[in-house]
């Protein structure tokens, strides 16, 4: 109990101690360049000298302060416009009446040690009295600055622990919206990731889907460069090299220039500020790069700095992203006039002539500024200061309860943080039109001009506007641009090309090169039966089954139909011989009809000749049914018309066989077997022949019959109809009747050869039997191996081959004779040799 008395006794001498510490600085206090006092004060970090001089460090005297040069024309009339926009607050009567704003404007001479110095001295006080204790309070109640991101960060992280609102009017880094890291800072302008997404955006749009990029090596080109490049990776958009380089680094900044000299894109997007740009400006026009399409940003796309005759043949043509040009009513009037009457601490000089020159050294380089405003109409970034101050005003007027023609509640101590939340509710308009209310990331709405680098007829270099891009409207409403305004690098009114490899044009694909980005790619043609409609197709889609590709591979098409047509070469030749053999077939019917009476067609059982020359046409004809389009009904019709007729032939070749055989027979002694084989038996026979097919080809039909199919297997660009024999058993067994019909044929024949020449035709039916077999046996592997409407045509031929042989083997000798030789054609003759060989 009594240690825990003795620590608490401890802790409250301690605390007590601190609060009587007096305050004492360390080395001499850093002074605002502009200032003014007031009930409420706003302190502000411009970079209006853009050099600094560091003092020697010889370390055997003070340090001196350090020295700034060359004036940064922007950045003072920043300064200008928030002193004017003061003016103006505290001169109207309805936001606040009776306070009073000041300001305190200090100058960072473009150096982070030299804003470090100024965040110092603009939080702490500088007026010290030896009795004065620190009371943790801020001088000032808001901060407007700085101009580039980097500084900014710098600056919002020193006072985001003391909850100091920062305002800046052009830091546009993305890394500063998040609230985690930065609770108090806001700004009047967009954030990047609405100007890289834009870029991207306006990159697609144009086609370009090959570029360089290049950025500042620091917050600001680091941060929007990588969201730059996320957005044109899901755009489609290949990037051939990404280089960064800060201001100093001079080796770093030629190794680029290289870089992009030898690179093969046309387009460059370049993220970086106007002082890095102008260092490769320089660059660019000593080795005289030019031809390419510069896409910029907002840091530099305006920048008057730039603008020379002797740069636009680098950058005329560029196109970029640029903040709102906003003309503010009597600001033009005001920066040569009033505020050098008013607030320029140099204008009016008191008697003490050495102590004025003196205490005004620091001010001599902005007197040239006095008399000149032609810049302030292209300046951008004044109305985002203006927004700023009239953003804290409106903060304060809540905060203080303000009440026209009543007062503001003066008594109330602002803190700091009250105006922070303050800020997050402010929503009004100011008096050019412009809404002013912050997201909850503590940006502005993003707004954009796209402008262009054009030259006018008398050489001067011009911002044209050509569009704008508004994400406060819906999506498809953004991005407008008038292509027909832009002139495009090296003056070309064509827009130029930037791609790694041309497109794909239909009936083609894109194959990427292997190690490169995907932009750059082969154009592969199409396989066959593949095809693509599109331009840089990245895959060639197959044809459904029954279309192929055409021969540009970018359309399918019907397949060609083959089958074996009537019109085609082949189909004639196979009707001709078809024909050929019926009317053959007919003529030799007629002549024994005509010559029946003759021994020679009587000894040749006359009804059975005459019904295998029936049967004969019948299977020339038969062939008929083989050509044309194959239907259901035909594939049905040709198979049984073939089997079934050739059954009836083989089947009266055998029965002639038969009676040849049976009529030598006969003529032994005691032989009594011709009254089984007359004309009633052999038409039964013949009969009972051609029946048992007919029911096999029933069956065939009945169970599973041919049917006509499209046969897209065998080539792949061509359909054959054909048709399918729905049994391959039953379509065996036709043919099977056949050949055994056939070979019991033969071998009867076989067996009557021996027979008296004169007598009988059986050795002819041998060799008609003989070539019959043979060409039904080679008929089987080249129906198996013929292709398409070829495999018609060997059935064909073995039909019509294998009926001219029996045409020929049977009949030619009996029209040889009838015809050529009549003196032969006597019963004498037909019977000499049998009587010789009794």
Not at 601 to 615: A, D, T
Not at 730 to 752: E, K, N, P, T
């Amino acid at each position: 109990m009594q240690i825990f008395l003795y620590t608490l006794l401890f802790f409250h001498h301690l605390h007590t101690k601190a609060e009587k510490t007096i305050c004492r600085k360390l080395g001499d206090p850093k002074y605002p360049l502009l200032f003014k006092d007031g009930d409420v004060t706003i302190g502000s970090l411009f970079a209006i000298h853009s050099k600094e001089t560091l003092p020697s460090f010889e370390f055997t005297k003070k340090p001196q302060f350090l020295s700034c040069s060359s004036v940064n024309v922007r950045d003072f009339r920043m300064a200008q416009t928030m002193i004017f926009a003061v003016d103006e607050i505290n001169r109207i009567e309805s936001l606040l009446p009776n306070v009073y704003i000041g300001y305190r404007i200090y100058d960072t001479c473009g150096s982070r040690l030299s804003s470090m110095s100024a965040t110092m001295a603009l939080m702490n006080d500088q007026d010290f009295t030896a009795e004065d204790h620190c009371n943790g309070q801020s001088p000032i109640h808001a901060i407007i600055g700085e101009t580039e991101s980097s500084s900014t960060i710098v600056l919002s992280r020193t006072t985001g622990p003391f909850k100091i609102p920062v305002i800046s009017p052009s830091a546009t880094c993305e890394c500063l919206s998040n609230r985690k890291e930065y609770p108090s800072f806001f700004r009047t302008i967009a954030s990047d990731f609405h100007q890289s997404r834009a870029l991207a955006y306006i990159v697609k749009h144009f086609g370009w889907s090959w570029v360089g990029t290049i950025n500042s090596d620091n917050d600001y080109g680091n941060y929007g460069m990588a969201i730059f490049l996320k957005t044109a990776q899901e755009e489609g958009i290949c990037v051939e090299y990404s280089e960064k380089f800060y201001r100093t680094e001079s080796e770093n900044l030629q190794k680029v220039v290289d870089i992009i000299k030898q690179g093969t894109a046309k387009v460059v997007v370049a993220f970086i500020s106007h002082v890095e740009m102008g260092n490769l400006l320089e660059q660019l026009s000593i080795q005289n790069i030019t031809g390419l399409q510069m896409i910029g940003v907002e840091g530099w796309i305006t920048a008057k700095s730039l603008m020379t005759p002797n740069t636009f043949h680098v950058l005329g043509g560029s196109l970029g992203f640029a903040v709102r040009k906003i003309d503010i009513e009597g600001f033009s009037d005001y920066v040569i006039k009033a505020f050098w009457d008013k607030y320029f601490p140099c204008s009016e000089r008191d008697g003490n002539l050495s102590q004025h020159e003196l205490n005004c050294r620091k001010y001599q380089d902005l007197l040239f500024l006095k008399n000149y405003n032609e810049d302030v109409p292209e300046e951008r970034y004044l109305s985002n200061v203006y927004k700023a101050v009239y953003a804290i005003a409106y903060a304060l007027h809540n905060l203080l309860k303000c009440k026209e023609h009543i007062g503001c509640e003066k008594g109330m101590a602002i803190k700091p943080h009250q105006v922070v939340e303050a800020l997050k509710n402010v929503n009004f308009t100011v008096k050019f039109g412009d809404h002013v209310q912050f997201d909850s990331t503590g940006s502005a709405v993003a707004q954009y001009e796209v402008v262009n680098w054009q030259q006018d007829l008398n050489g001067s270099i011009q911002f044209k506007h050509v569009g704008y891009y508004d994400a406060s409207k819906a999506p498809h409403q953004r991005f407008v641009l008038n292509i027909e305004n832009i002139i495009w690098a090296g003056g070309q009114l064509e827009k130029p090309r930037s791609v790694c490899s041309e497109s794909c044009p239909p009936g083609t694909r894109k194959a990427a090169q292997k190690g490169r980005p995907v932009c750059c790619y082969d154009c592969i043609p199409c396989a066959e039966g593949e095809i693509s409609n599109e331009t840089d197709s990245n895959n060639c889609k197959l044809c459904a089954g029954e279309y192929w590709s055409n021969a540009e591979k970018n359309e399918c098409v019907l397949k060609a139909i083959e089958f074996l047509s009537f019109t085609e070469v082949l189909g004639i030749l196979l009707v001709f011989f078809s024909l050929l053999g019926a009317g053959l077939t007919a003529l030799v019917a007629l002549l024994l009809y005509t010559k029946k009476d003759t021994p020679i067609v009587k000894s040749n059982n006359s009804e059975l000749s005459f019904l295998l020359l029936f049967s004969l046409t019948l299977c020339f004809l038969c062939s008929l049914t083989f050509i044309g389009r194959p239907t259901e009904w035909s594939c049905m019709l040709r198979h049984t018309a073939f089997g079934i007729t050739f059954v009836l032939c083989i089947s009266c070749v055998l029965g002639k066989t038969i009676v040849v055989l049976m009529a030598f027979k006969a003529t032994l002694p005691g032989s009594n077997v011709m009254k089984w084989f007359g004309p009633a038996q052999q038409r039964l026979n013949v009969l009972a022949f051609t029946f048992i097919q007919v029911l096999i080809c029933v069956l065939w039909l009945t169970i599973s019959p041919p049917f006509s199919y499209k046969n897209m297997k065998y080539y792949k660009e061509t359909v054959i109809l054909e048709c399918s024999l729905g049994s391959t058993i039953g379509f065996s067994a036709v043919l099977g009747y056949i050949g055994l019909l056939a070979l019991l044929c033969f071998i009867l024949a076989f067996l009557a050869r021996t027979l008296p020449d004169n007598f009988n035709e059986a050795k002819f039916i041998t060799f008609s039997m003989l070539i019959f077999c043979a060409v039904w046996i080679t008929f089987i592997p080249a129906y198996v191996s013929s292709p398409g409407k070829f495999t018609v045509a060997v059935e064909i031929f073995a039909i019509l081959a294998s009926s001219f042989s029996l045409l020929f083997c049977i009949f030619a000798p009996k029209c040889f004779i009838i015809l050529f030789k009549p003196e032969q054609n006597t019963k004498q003759h037909v019977m000499g040799t049998f009587s010789k060989s009794l």
